[in-house]
T-cell receptor, first 112, second 112 residues
Framework: SAVISQKPSRDICQRGTSLTIQCQVD?????MFWYRQQPGQSLTLIAT?????????ESGFVIDKFPISRPNLTFSTLTVSNMSPEDSSIYLC?????????FGPGTRLLVL | DQQVKQNSPSLSVQEGRISILNCDYT??????FLWYKKYPAEGPTFLIS?????DKNEDGRFTVFLNKSAKHLSLHIVPSQPGDSAVYFC???????????FGPGTSLSVIP
């Protein structure tokens, strides 16, 4: 199994600002995923982050709004840019294993 | 278009009885299926998975059944315990190390 940590665990931000969320994994992994869970909703995949290449974004998500870095095989960041109250969500980092996927504890973001 | 469906948003079960959570999917290319449990302030916790080549997988109190012809799977929890009260997500993937698509979740309440 993989142990995943995220920073910050929660934050309250003002609209128009940006927040960078960090994800650290205790082992080297090729693919990392970023998900969002809006209040009362399911988990929605934002993008897939591969080391050494640009992230692949899902429909409805764009790099300008959610830039991602993947500098090495154990670390990734997701930035939520120019935030609005609609960005208030839990943001989760994830990595795959054999026929499973492990999740970090999430970053709870509230945008005022 | 929702590829993974959980048509029951909530379920209440008496302690000691069986909990049955249902899930339907539309994409016949999904290769394996997963169940996650999630508490409000935490990331999803992996419970059990099943490959598309199997029809049953069991792990302790948790059993997952897969009916490929009906594109349906179910999670059975026996016996149900109050600590099982959480939101349960059904998820599906096209293969190991591929992205995972989540259903909307079912909130399970186990009544003492």
């Amino acid at each position: 199994s993989a142990v995943i940590s995220q920073k910050p665990s929660r934050d309250i931000c003002q609209r128009g600002t940006s927040l960078t969320i960090q994800c650290q994994v205790d082992s080297q992994v090729t693919m990392m995923f970023w998900y969002r869970q809006q209040p009362g909703q399911s988990l929605t995949l934002i993008a897939t982050a591969n080391q050494g290449s640009e992230a692949t974004y899902e429909s409805g998500f764009v790099i300008d709004k959610f830039p991602i870095s993947r500098p090495n095989l154990t670390f990734s960041t997701l930035t939520v840019s120019n935030m609005s109250p609609e960005d208030s969500s839990i943001y989760l980092c994830s990595v795959t294993g054999l026929e499973t996927q492990y999740f970090g504890p999430g970053t709870r973001l509230l945008v005022l | 278009d929702q590829q993974v469906k959980q048509n029951s948003p909530s379920l209440s079960v008496q302690e000691g009885r069986i909990s049955i959570l249902n899930c339907d999917y539309t994409n016949s290319m999904f290769d394996y299926f997963l169940w996650y449990k999630k508490y409000p302030a935490e990331g999803p916790t992996f419970l059990i998975s099943i490959s598309s080549i199997k029809d049953k997988n069991e792990d302790g109190r948790f059993t997952v059944f897969l009916n490929k012809s009906a594109k349906h799977l179910s999670l059975h929890i026996v016996p149900s315990q109050p600590g099982d009260s959480a939101v349960y997500f059904c998820a599906a993937s096209g293969g190991s190390y591929d992205k995972v698509i989540f259903g909307p979740g079912t909130s399970l309440s186990v009544i003492p």
